[in-house]
C-alpha cells in the first residue's frame, strides 16, 4: 500500500501564490505516476497536473504557465507551485500516487482564492 498526505492549501488573494506538498510513503517502488487534481463545489474532479517516475509531465490547458510540478525523490514527495492563482482555481486538490493495481488518494487539502 502507498499513503499519500497533502499539505500546503490555504487562502489567498487573487494573483498569489501557493505550494502544495504530496508525500508518499510505504509501498512507493511500485508508484509510476503521481498527480494532482481538483474538485470545485459542484464539478468533478478534473487533472491539475502529473509526473511520471521517469520526470515526464503533463498540464491542463487551464494551469500552464501558472503552474509547475517538481519532486523531491529523496523526501518522495512532489510539489505543485501554484502561481498568479485566480477565483475559478478555488478548489478541493487532491493528491494521488498511481501503481499497476490501485491509485491511492490522500484527503486533500483546500485553496481557496479570493479578496
Known amino acids: 500500500q502507498v499513503q499519500v498526505v497533502e499539505s500546503g492549501g490555504g487562502l489567498v488573494q487573487p494573483g498569489g501564490s501557493l505550494r502544495l506538498s504530496c508525500a508518499a510513503s510505504g509501498s512507493i517502488f511500485s508508484v509510476y505516476a503521481m498527480g494532482w487534481y481538483r474538485q470545485a463545489p459542484g464539478k468533478q474532479r478534473e487533472l491539475v497536473a502529473l509526473i511520471t517516475s521517469g520526470g515526464s509531465t503533463k498540464y491542463a490547458d487551464s494551469v500552464k504557465g501558472r503552474f509547475t510540478l517538481s519532486r523531491d525523490n529523496a523526501k518522495n514527495t512532489v510539489y505543485l507551485q501554484m502561481n498568479s492563482l485566480q477565483p475559478e482555481d478555488t478548489a478541493a486538490y487532491y493528491c494521488?500516487?498511481?501503481?499497476?493495481?490501485?491509485?491511492?488518494w490522500g484527503q486533500g487539502t483546500q485553496v481557496t482564492v479570493s479578496s
Open positions: 494521488n500516487s498511481m501503481t499497476p493495481g490501485f491509485t491511492y
